[in-house]
């Protein structure tokens, strides 16, 4: 390092490691509290990984519920964070989420101009199913936002390669969700682009980016890493960032924000963490642990919950298809659709494919017998009714689908041989599957009866959504992989200020995490879409709060 | 249907650009996305193709078909999506025009040409030398590309089609006149 106390190249109060969610809200809050602040962030554009993400944030008893007369007590949406959390949140820090994530997201819509909405009759994940559920009112997302708004940024705040262009919820919804993708309005959805309205998490960014960047004038600079963390007598005061192969020193008076997402894509971290032999993303190639490296390279403590029900999803990568020079991983949701089913190696469905609560830990489960595990990596199969009606991915209904990808057969039996897994009892599997379709109840699994998993995965024209028998040749099927979206089981450890806790107890001067870059023992050993993006928007405010106050 | 036109004057003499261009082994690899082709006959071929559009990132097979071989004005094809509902066609011409005068721009140190070098290499675009004289003669090349989604998402590819398809026929004219230049130059 070639910083010597005193040679700046730049200063400010705040510096915010990172342009999601996390990151914009510390500097939107700090801005407002008078400080000066830099938005830093290693990707080409701003959004992180938040945009790339749904766009759901999950905000029990939140400001909208109430003005639509949904009732939803405090204690109703306690009781189903801790049921989430399964007791491996701090209990503090899931409070903290509970009682001032309304409040933030209030605030947000009120100084900062970020216009809400209710994603109208979504169900909570577990809905009715555990305690504190509720059909419909937590989940957020943001009304259309226009691209042209963003002025110099237009072109650098990113869209999804994940999610449907210039759409909201509720419209995808009334269209019938993925399963009624013929009835999806195409033309709207074209002069929508045309437009660049943007929807999903796009365009949530997409009103955070315009609140910092163009409203208040922040400055950000994309393409520029921030490598190193600074320290003074035990404070972090600034960091060593790079831009163009270039050193430069950024001095933080009040603090460093690190809001730099997950580590998906660091070389090590996902296989000593998160406890599977591989691992693939739908995030930016630049998510790559940097603020663990940085952190810990201080001293500062890395905490984990139970990897096993986390926000993950898995998927496949279509050949040929990159984004950043890396290959670009699809989430799949496909094996809660009707005529599709998970199996194993074994030939045998082992969860509820529909639900990802259920079937993401039974994937990960260990065979302390054989030493294996059993269930990973899932396969997809589906038959020729599922190819008439429904995609795959962004491959229509019909349309042929790259043989590299996908293997097909006349027999299921034949299908199990080049897919390598137990053809028998595949066979056998799809005739119990059958029969239970024809009764429209999953005896095994249950699979059908989330309200969720219906609006998700489902085609609700059908009695159960969730299924429909694999009865017409050919055959249809593919190993899958992991999808990450960078919601991981370890990150840093912070204080209820956001605060970086050194590994022996103490906060470290100076040094605040949000998002995804922190250990999420605000949310323990459950996930619900939408806390993600919560508790970054939270992590950011609580960070800005402390640091106006140094 | 999308359709965008681009146009360059090249200062070379048009039988030179049609020698070049008549062979398409010469240039399908300065096409955006190029990821391979196959002469199937003296009018038709297979190209593959990366696109990425949004939400699509695919690699694409396109037949493509000359309708029209009329040289050394003239070359007109029909492109046909091979694994994805996707037709379209363009047209080449060359019209001989009269050569640009040299652009006024100072001459270049080693170090500027080495800026002008890393900026082509980091942004993947031409960066057309001026030339230090005018030439004699020049051609003026204008690529003409239109592109059409079929089936129920056609509206939406469409729209996504239309900005990208700019770039990558400007890129594509301005690449070939770079590299006819340069060895045009070099003789």
Not at chain 1, 177 to 189: K, N, S, V
Not at chain 1, 301 to 326: C, D, I, R, W
Not at chain 1, 378 to 404: C, H, I, N, W
Request: hydrophobic share 40%; net charge neutral; proline share 7%.
């Amino acid at each position: 390092m070639a910083w010597k106390i005193g040679r700046w190249d730049a200063s400010c109060d705040v510096m915010c490691v990172g342009s999601g969610i996390g990151g914009l809200s510390a500097a939107i809050a700090a801005h407002d509290a008078k400080l000066s602040v830099v938005v830093l962030e290693k990707a080409p554009k701003l959004g992180g990984v938040s945009a790339y993400s749904g766009g759901e944030v999950f905000v029990p008893n939140n400001h909208l519920m109430a003005a639509a007369g949904i009732v939803d007590p405090i204690e109703q949406g306690r009781a189903y964070l801790r049921f989430l959390a399964a007791g491996w949140a701090d209990p503090g820090k899931q409070e903290q989420l509970l009682t001032r994530g309304p409040e933030i997201v209030r605030w947000f819509e009120q100084r900062a101009g970020v216009r809400w909405k209710l994603v109208a009759g979504f169900p909570d994940y577990h809905y009715p199913k555990a305690p504190g559920t509720v059909a419909t009112g937590r989940y957020l997302e943001c009304e259309l936002f226009a691209g042209k708004s963003l002025g110099e940024w237009k072109d650098k705040t990113y869209l999804s390669p994940h999610m449907p262009n210039g759409i909201t919820h509720d419209e995808m919804f009334a269209w019938g969700g993925f399963t009624h993708i013929r009835g999806w309005d195409f033309a709207l959805m074209g002069k929508r682009f045309r437009d660049d309205q943007r929807g999903f998490g796009p365009g949530m960014m997409g009103w955070f980016v315009k609140a910092a960047m163009v409203d208040r004038a922040i400055p950000a600079h994309v393409g520029c890493a921030v490598r190193e963390l600074i320290v003074e007598g035990g404070a972090v005061v600034g960091v060593r960032a790079e831009k163009d192969g270039k050193d430069f020193f950024v001095r933080a008076r009040r603090g460093v924000v690190l809001a730099a997402g997950g580590y998906d894509w660091h070389p090590r971290f996902p296989r000593s963490f998160e406890l599977l032999p591989s691992w693939g993303s739908m995030c930016q190639p630049t998510v790559e642990g940097d603020a663990l490296v940085m952190a810990t390279s201080i001293g500062a403590e890395v905490a984990a919950v139970p990897a096993h029900n986390l926000g993950m999803f898995f998927g496949y990568q279509v050949p040929g298809e990159t984004h950043e020079g890396k290959p670009l991983v699809r989430g799949s949701w496909e094996g809660g659709f009707p005529h599709a089913i998970w199996v194993n190696r074994a030939g045998k469905r082992f969860a509820d494919e529909s639900f990802y609560r259920d079937y993401l830990p039974k994937t990960r489960a260990w065979d302390g017998v054989t030493q294996t595990l059993p269930n990973f990596p899932p396969y997809l199969v589906f038959d020729a009714s599922y190819r008439e009606k429904y995609p795959l991915g962004t491959f229509f209904p019909g349309q042929d689908l790259p043989e590299s990808l996908v293997a097909r057969a006349d027999t299921l039996r034949e299908l199990g041989e080049k897919l390598g897994i137990d053809g028998e009892a595949l066979e056998a599997t799809v005739a119990r599957w059958n029969e239970q379709c024809a009764s429209g109840r999953d005896a095994d699994f249950d699979r059908g009866t989330y309200p969720w998993a219906a609006m998700m995965t489902g085609d609700r024209a059908r009695t159960n959504p969730n299924m429909g028998p694999l009865d017409k040749a050919p055959f249809y099927g593919l190993p899958l992989v992991v999808a990450g979206v960078g919601v991981n089981a370890a990150g840093l450890r912070t204080d209820l200020d956001a605060r970086v806790l050194h590994v022996r107890g103490e906060p470290i001067e100076g040094l605040y995490a949000a998002g995804n870059s922190t250990a999420p023992l605000d949310i323990g050993a459950g996930y619900q879409s939408g806390l993600s993006n919560l508790r970054g928007l939270v992590g950011g405010f609580v960070a800005a709060e402390h640091a106006a106050k140094r | 249907m999308p359709e965008v036109t681009h146009s360059t004057v090249v200062g070379v003499p048009r039988d030179a650009v049609w020698a070049f261009v008549k062979d398409m082994d010469n240039w399908a690899p300065m096409l955006t996305g190029y990821q391979k082709h196959v002469r199937e006959s003296d009018t038709d071929s297979v190209w593959t193709l990366k696109g990425d559009v949004g939400i699509l990132a695919r690699v694409v097979e396109l037949a493509a078909h000359v309708t029209e071989w009329c040289g050394p004005e003239r070359v007109s094809f029909t492109l046909t999506g091979q694994n994805e509902p996707v037709e379209g066609g363009g047209t080449l011409t060359l019209e001989p025009c009269e050569p640009s005068a040299p652009a006024a721009a100072p001459r270049m140190g080693p170090f500027a040409r080495l800026l002008a070098w890393l900026f082509a290499l980091l942004h993947g675009k031409v960066a057309r030398p001026a030339l230090a004289e005018a030439p004699r003669e020049a051609t003026r090349l204008t690529f003409t590309l239109r592109m059409d989604a079929g089936g129920a998402m056609g509206p939406l590819v469409n729209a996504m089609l239309a900005p990208a398809m700019s770039p990558a026929c400007a890129d594509l004219a301005e690449k070939i006149a770079a590299h006819l230049e340069q060895t045009h130059r070099a003789h």
